[in-house]
DNA sequence: ATGCAGCTTATTGTATACAAAGTGCATTCG
DNA sequence: CGAATGCACTTTGTATACAATAAGCTGCAT
């Protein structure tokens, strides 16, 4: 991550995310530059893959701009990582290693201890949940599928998503991580898939009722 | 669109396509770039979406390869294709405009003139057959599955694989075009998804059976 | 007022030179 | 003889200048 488009790339990333580059507004190559202290190649080069991440948008004459996500983009997402992520979680049943099944459950203690504490620890939550759902896709072997849910779930307003659980979310989510552990443990593919299912159908339901109440706010720590 | 970051990209494309360059070689940028009489500015910028197609890969020090597809890797694909464009058939059936059907009767039509005189058209079946899924695709109306699918599409291997077929394939790819069509007129989504699931299915078969008969050559005129 | 022509400015695209990083070979030392 | 190390060379990354293109504006004509 030392390059500098790997810097730029982040630092931009960070600003969509913490709120600091609002929907909608524009980007100027130069500005970006400027603010990542690098030059535009390397701001260019970031903003080709954000743009396939869709946090930016380019208009008809390719310039950028920050991207607005509605409901109904929010649920389509989660539609797609729904189907794509429960066809991994069937693909994992089958060929998960024993080391990928411990690393798993390690990481649901995680989750478990997080949100244990009198005030859940959600940073700690948020990245033994990416873990979790990473070796999942680990043991699916697909680099397309891998490739194609990042896609889906390395978007602004997913990333949000479980800074918007309550407790009781949390915990759920906790609990359907272990009926997956459980479908795993059985290697049967099509529980883990409707398990997976569930899960995500879940996840979306809890950010959309926090996104009608307006409680989309930017938050800053979730910037990485 | 940006003329000379398009022509490379067209360019190197339809090389890896006509087999001009062959799977698993390094590419350079430079050697790339005086093939395509541009800069190395530009093919960098072909070579970033190239790679996101999956007709390129980079190893850990950044060099680039054309991709070299297992038939694991193909089925994957097919696997991914089958499930996201039966999800856009679903889709599109409680969507899809007057206009839209027209047209994909029109395209439909199109294919069985070019597959009905005494040698088959096989070009004019491609384009046509292209249309066809694309309207399919228009009318699920949703930019990340386009984007997505475009990924599961526009790979080496998938584009060649309507050239496997021999004209029974062909035929039964029109019939199979017919029954969507039916699906899609009683605006049935599941009929149409499972239609679309089979209709993918046998076309990865169909190219498997080819490829077990070493029949993979590189054909030239799919290019561009 | 309104719409359009032509100019001006803002922004992205491309070329090129140079910097950094990786690879492979050859040489040397154990 | 084998392994490690340094050097030359290959390839990619970055900066910068300039070109092309789109957007916006000004002023004129209707």
Request: net charge negative; aromatic share 6%.
């Amino acid at each position: 991550m030392s390059r500098a488009s790997d810097r730029a790339y982040s630092h931009i990333r960070s600003m969509i995310l913490s709120g600091e580059l609002q929907p909608g507004v524009q980007i100027r190559e130069e500005a970006l530059a400027e603010l990542c202290g690098v030059s535009r190649t390397p701001v260019r080069d970031a903003l080709r893959r954000l743009e396939a991440e869709l946090f930016i948008r380019r208009n008809e004459s390719q310039r950028s701009f920050v991207a607005d996500w509605s409901l109904d983009d929010l649920e389509e997402a989660f539609q797609l990582r729904a189907m794509l992520e429960s066809h991994a979680a069937r693909r994992a049943a089958g060929r998960m290693s024993w080391d990928q099944n411990a690393r798993l459950r390690m990481h649901n203690n995680g989750i478990k201890q997080a949100i244990s504490a009198e005030n859940p620890d959600v940073p700690k939550f948020l990245d033994h949940n990416r873990q979790f759902h990473m070796i999942i896709l680990e043991a699916a072997a697909s680099d397309r599928l891998t490739g194609m849910l990042a896609q889906v779930i390395e978007q602004p307003v997913v990333l949000r998503t479980a800074l918007q659980y309550d407790l009781e979310n949390l915990m759920r989510s906790h609990h359907e991580h272990d009926e997956l552990l459980a479908a795993f443990d059985h290697r049967d593919g099509d529980w883990a898939a409707a398990v997976m299912t569930g899960h995500i159908r879940r996840a979306f339901h809890a950010y959309a009722e926090a996104h009608k109440k307006g409680a989309d706010q930017p938050i800053n720590d979730v910037a990485a």
